[in-house]
Structure formats: C-alpha cells, structure tokens
C-alpha cells in the first residue's frame, strides 16, 4: 500500500495530549498508522492529497447503531410513540427480515456514516430472524471498509413471559450462549490495528433474564471482550427495573457485573448521581444518543455531569428507526445543544462535542489506538471542506465544523485505506445499494 501525504490542511485536528491543532500542516499515512505529523514533511513517492480549505480531523466514532433499522426509518405508527410502543410496532416487521435484510441495511447504514465522517463504528445487532447471523454485517462492513465492532445481541423474555418483544423474536439462552462463543471465535481480533472486535450485548433489562446478563458478562471476561446494553434510557425504563428488580439500573447492572473499563452502555438518560459515582469509578463508558432521545422524548443525558465526574462518554447515532439519520457530525452538534438547553450556554463547547465524537468514542469502544491523529495510532482520518457555502463566514474552522457544516467528509480514510473520496463512496457503488435497500423496504411495507 502506498504511503500518503495529506498536505496543507488549514487546520489538523490531533487530539493529543495537549489538543493540540495545528494551522497549515501535513499528516503522512503509511502502512496503516499515522507515520507523522507537522508542516512540510516531504512527499518522498507518498501519494500527495491536497487538503488546503479543510478541517483535517481523526475519524469520528459511533458507539451505539442498530444497522439493520435503516430498512424501517420513518415507519408510520413508530414515528410518534414512547420508547416501549415504538417497539411493539417495529418487532413484527423485523420480525420478516433475514440474512439479505441485515446485509444490505448495514452497508446502507455504514455508508451513511463513512460519509459522515466516520471510521470505527459499533453495531447492537438483538435479533437473529429466519436464518440473519452477526457476519451478515460482518461481510457488509468489510465491503464498506470502516473498522467494526459488531455485538452480538440477543433478546430471551417474549411476551409470554412477561417480556416486551414477541416470542417469534426471542431465542432460547442456550442457544444465544452458544452463538456467542461461535463469533467470538471466528470473528474477534484483539491485536492492534484490529478491523473487527466482537463484543456481547444482550439487548437491555426488559428483553432478556437476569442469568442471561450475568452468564454473558462471565463469558466475556471469558474471552476478553466488551460488554454493551441499552441502559436507563427512560423512566418507564427506570420503572420497570424498580418494579421488576427492585432496584434502580446502576444497582442492576453492577450486581451482574456489568461494571467496569470493558462495559459500555446506550443512553443513560436516567443516571442519578449515585450512579454516576459508580460510572466513574469503575470506568463504565456511555453511548450518548442525543439525536434519538430526542426523537423518542427519553429526555437529557447528563453528560455535563458524566464527563466531569470522569465517565467515558462517546456519541451513537442509534438506529435509523429512531433518529432517523445516520449522521455522526450531526450527533456532535446535537450533544452540544442539548447540553446548553439543560444547563446553559457555556455547558458544552464545540471542540468538547468534537472530542467526544472522536477520542471520547475511541475511549469507550476500548480503543487506544485509534482516535487521534497522533504517529503509531491508526490511520483514521476525516478531511472536512470548509471551503463550501455551510462554513462561509465562520472566524474559527474547527468551531464551526460542529456548529455550522459541512455535514459531509470530502475525504475518509480507514486503515491508510481511501474509503470516500471526493464526497463519494469509493469501496461500494453506493447507487446500486441504495436501490436495493429500497426494494426491500418496498417488500416489506407491501
Ligand atoms: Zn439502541
């Protein structure tokens, strides 16, 4: 793989120890890690990609989707309702999906975010119908080409137990259980520079049972991966885990072991300050959705309070069901604002949002090695155009990349690897996916 130079960005975004952000300078890519950074480095046979007019920042990190969504976006009936109603009118139309359904939506979603500025997303795949498995995504995001971490999820407790979801969508324990075991094995790449890292992720307190949640997190210390869970999302989430287990969630999941550096959950809406204590002190890291809390009217994360009492915070876009947009830049901006609607003007600033969206990410998903344009970290990097009518007029590029636009990478590379260019998807014709999924989605509606 040829070295590349990226040479002249008006501003690089390193996300190093300091913050650094350097004016006028060049980042050399080579063998898939950041080889240096500063101005003038010489091309030396490199491949020379001119960045004068761009924000040059390391790639952004979703921490929290649900890829196979993006066939059910803006579905009416689940496009006004609460959490727990919006879920009874999607299951039985995933209930119809298969292996085809769970690839295509997830190149669509991954897609969605490669031009988004993305570079390492995680995937909260719950639920396996007629024949879907995780590598179903797996394969889609080697097509895309952005560094995965698929989890494999899992729902246990139907409706004739008393769960939310119906019993054609939920799986026996030993069965999920076993198919952990089986893609962990096949799939899971510890080593640095890993392109996939399978985590286990039963799909939330109210879908699976209380052993389900303690065996999974014993397999995982198991084998040496993350954990991840939808978490305190709601109050009717805080009132089911109070009426059901007497207990709020924090207490929930620190009794089953879901505490610690290699647990990350979605939403936390709900935390009290008790468990934002419990958060910080064992290094539990946060999914923070604000796009989708909002559409589901789950409320304000604190993430003000998370972040200075020390919890790992990174941004997820959620599923495209209840977002609807797959834009991660997008879901910086949206953390900034709601943190202003609760708690001033000065409670979060643009170049935090965008730490969060990188380096915070990188932090939660486990990975030192990614997140920052720094040498010997990974060469991830988002090249933003500021030269275009959204950022016309702003005094500070880097400010304005999450307050004004644009919404789009004009480049993406994953890896050293070139995964949008120009604005357009280089790895996969994006046209013929987007009418594929398309076709699906008219299949089910009709
Ligand atoms: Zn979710």
Not at 308 to 321: I, Y
Not at 377 to 394: L, M, P, Q, Y
């Amino acid at each position: 793989m040829r070295d590349i130079l990226i040479r002249n960005a008006d501003v690089v975004v390193t996300m190093d120890a300091t913050r650094r952000e350097l004016a006028g300078a060049d980042i050399l890519l080579r063998g898939g890690v950041v080889a240096a950074v500063g101005q003038g480095l010489p091309a030396d046979g490199a491949e020379v990609v001119e960045a004068r007019g761009c924000v040059v920042t390391p790639g952004l990190v979703n921490t929290h989707h649900h890829l196979y969504q993006t066939l059910t976006r803006a579905v009416p009936g689940g496009q006004d309702a609460l959490l727990f109603g919006w879920l009874k009118t999607l299951y039985p139309i995933w209930a119809r999906f298969g292996p085809e359904e769970m690839f295509v939506s997830a190149q669509v979603g991954l897609a969605e975010l490669a031009l988004t500025g993305c570079s390492l997303s995680s995937d909260h795949l719950y639920l396996y119908p007629n024949g879907a498995r995780l590598e179903d995504t797996i394969e889609a995001a080697a097509t895309v080409g952005l560094r995965f971490h698929p989890t494999r999820g899992a729902m246990s407790i139907g409706e004739s137990d008393g769960g939310l979801p119906p019993d054609s969508l939920v799986e026996r324990e030993a069965a999920i259980l076993e198919d952990m075991i089986r893609v962990v094995d096949a799939f899971h790449d510890s080593t640095e520079g890993s392109m996939v890292r399978v985590g286990l992720a039963p799909c939330s307190p109210f879908s699976v049972s209380r052993d389900l949640m303690r065996e999974a997190a014993l397999l995982a210390r198991d084998k040496g991966v993350m954990l991840h869970t939808h978490l305190a999302e709601n109050d009717e989430d805080i009132a089911y885990s109070l009426a059901k287990f007497g207990v709020r969630p924090g207490q929930y999941a620190e009794d089953l072991g879901w505490t610690g550096p290699d647990v990350w959950h979605a939403h936390c809406v709900k935390l009290d300050a008790g468990e934002i204590d419990l958060f910080a002190r064992s290094r539990t890291g946060v999914a923070h959705c604000p796009c989708s809390n909002c559409r589901l009217g789950s409320g304000i994360a604190p993430v003000r309070a998370m972040r200075d009492a020390g919890v790992p915070v990174g941004l997820g876009v959620d599923g495209s069901a209840s977002n609807d947009a797959g834009n991660l830049i997008n879901e910086a901006r949206q953390a900034l604002l709601l943190q202003r609607v609760a708690r001033g003007a000065d409670a979060m600033s643009a170049r935090e949002a965008l730490e969060i969206a990188t380096l915070g990410g990188a932090q939660v998903l486990g990975r030192g090695d990614c997140g920052a344009l720094v040498p010997g970290k990974r060469a991830d990097v988002a090249i933003w155009d500021i030269s275009g009518i959204e950022a016309a007029g702003s005094w500070d590029a880097v400010a304005a990349l999450v307050l004004c636009g644009p919404g789009r990478v004009r480049d993406l590379f994953v890896e050293g690897r070139r995964v949008v260019a120009g604005g357009q998807m280089v790895t996969v014709e994006l046209p013929r996916i987007v009418e594929r999924q398309t076709a699906l989605a008219r299949k089910l509606r009709d």
